[in-house]
């Protein structure tokens, strides 16, 4: 009861000089805001990094990057073979510790349309079936390309939702979901069939942006439902996906990559050699027995390197690490300000009641009892500060949604508010200390003498 009615007194005494109190709380609510506000963009940057890891292929998949060949080898730099079927033909014999070897031989400079419609896909790529479970693609209509589609070349593709809205109307234009399945395109003028479409692919954040519009009214949804260009509010990795064009990959050799109007001389090398490993467990083995095949492959020249998903993970982990140092040690530096300012108040607040605190030590009030008032209203100013700071920080977080560069909502995260409540209660203790230590100091019959 005794510490309630403390705690009153406090709110008393801040109600009493609202905007002195105010002001001097002001530091704390920006350092609240800020430190939840810096908190939840993180967790939006990082739920958007596991979004973008699982839409191109999750942690197990494995790149295989073309290099310059060693220093040592630099003589042989012209024997290079670069990656190709030779090598994908020898992992699949050779490389027991892969499940899944997928080659891809990338088509620059494509442009597909149809009618006055054309769009230049974000990648168009000659692919095996592999292709579907190694980028974790969901075809949703149609069919993929069979060995009969591989063996002659046939002139047939799969297109992302992306494609699909550029040249025949999106859902929105046209009011109900076109199907293209059967119908003709020009990739650079030759005509090709699709034959299958993928799911539309959205990260989280475009999902739940497609249920706030689907329950607002049907007058407040007309305008531009989709966003078209390079910049995509829900991730690069989704649009890249939306906008993914696959053929077969000896279409997209015989077709464009051997033929005189590719280039003057045939280019067999593929563009990537994707791979997942049986077990992440045993990563390191399964790519020293694929480096140990393709080093047979390549005459002992080194001009490929390993790239994993969780190599990536680890340098976006230490960026993230960094970036909540920074705004850590930034919202710290305003909560720090926030309890100078406490400091100062309770100093002036104790200079107009040094009659009072007088009165209450000459009726029988020890210095440890106003040590502790004087040290519990600087925790409530504190406290309420925190209160409004994390008022604020919702505030805060709805503008950052709106200015995000991430493809994720940010995300308040109840560690985050328990930090900044906890950080500004030590704060108020640290800065009422002092004061306290001064009230409870005081003689009382000087502090009767006080004018």
């Not at 993230?320 to 400091?343: C, D, E, P």
């Not at 994390?390 to 977080?397: I, K, N, P, Q, Y």
């Amino acid at each position: 009861m005794w510490l309630w009615n403390t705690v009153i007194a406090g709110l008393k005494e801040v109600w009493a000089h609202k905007t002195r109190s105010f002001l001097t709380m002001f530091g704390v609510i920006l350092g609240v805001s800020s430190l939840v506000g810096m908190a939840a963009l993180i967790k939006g940057i990082e739920n958007g990094m596991k979004e973008t890891m699982i839409a191109m292929g999750g942690a197990d998949k494995v790149l295989t990057r073309q290099e310059d060949v060693p220093p040592d080898q630099e003589h042989l730099a012209d024997q290079a073979p670069g990656r190709t079927m030779r090598d994908v033909l020898a992992l699949k014999r050779g490389a027991s510790l892969l499940r899944l070897i997928s080659p891809e031989m990338a088509l620059y400079g494509i442009t597909i349309t149809r009618g006055e419609r054309a769009v230049r896909p974000s990648e168009c790529v000659g692919v095996w079936p592999a292709v579907l479970e190694m980028n974790l693609h969901t075809l949703e209509h149609g069919r993929f390309f069979t060995d009969l589609d591989e063996e002659k070349a046939n002139a047939v593709c799969v297109i992302g939702t992306g494609i699909r809205d550029e040249l025949f109307g999106s859902p929105e234009e046209t009011g109900r979901e076109i199907v293209p399945i059967g119908e003709t395109v020009y990739f650079n003028g030759q005509p090709f069939t699709i034959v299958g479409m993928f799911a539309r692919y959205m990260s989280e954040r475009e999902k739940r942006e497609l249920e706030a519009a689907k329950k607002r009214p049907a007058q407040a949804q007309k305008g531009p439902a989709r966003r078209r260009g390079w910049g995509r509010r829900g991730g690069w990795a989704f649009w890249r996906k939306n906008y993914t064009v696959y053929m077969p990959l000896n279409t997209a050799w015989l077709r464009f990559r051997a033929s005189s109007a590719w280039g003057d001389i045939p280019d067999p090398r593929l563009t990537d050699i994707d791979l997942k490993v049986r077990d992440l467990d045993h990563i390191d083995a399964a790519l020293q027995q694929a480096r140990n095949v393709l080093m047979i492959t390549h005459r002992g020249i080194e001009d490929f390197a390993f790239r994993t998903q969780e190599g990536r993970l680890e340098e976006i982990h230490a960026q993230i690490r960094n970036t909540r140092i920074s705004g850590g040690t930034i919202a710290a530096i305003s909560l720090l300000v926030g309890g100078i300012g406490i400091m100062n108040i309770m100093l002036a607040s104790i200079n107009e009641r040094v009659r009072e605190i007088g009165i209450c030590k000459a009726v029988g009030a020890t210095g440890p009892i106003v040590f502790v008032q004087v040290l519990v209203e600087s925790v409530t100013i504190a406290l309420l500060g925190a209160a409004m700071g994390v008022a604020a920080s919702f505030g805060l977080v709805e503008v950052l949604a709106r200015l995000a560069p991430t493809g994720n909502l940010p995300v308040i995260t109840l560690g985050a508010l328990i930090l900044g409540v906890s950080f500004s209660a030590a704060v108020g203790v640290v800065a009422g200390i002092y004061p306290a230590w001064k009230a409870a100091g005081l003689s009382p019959i000087e502090a009767l003498r006080y004018e």
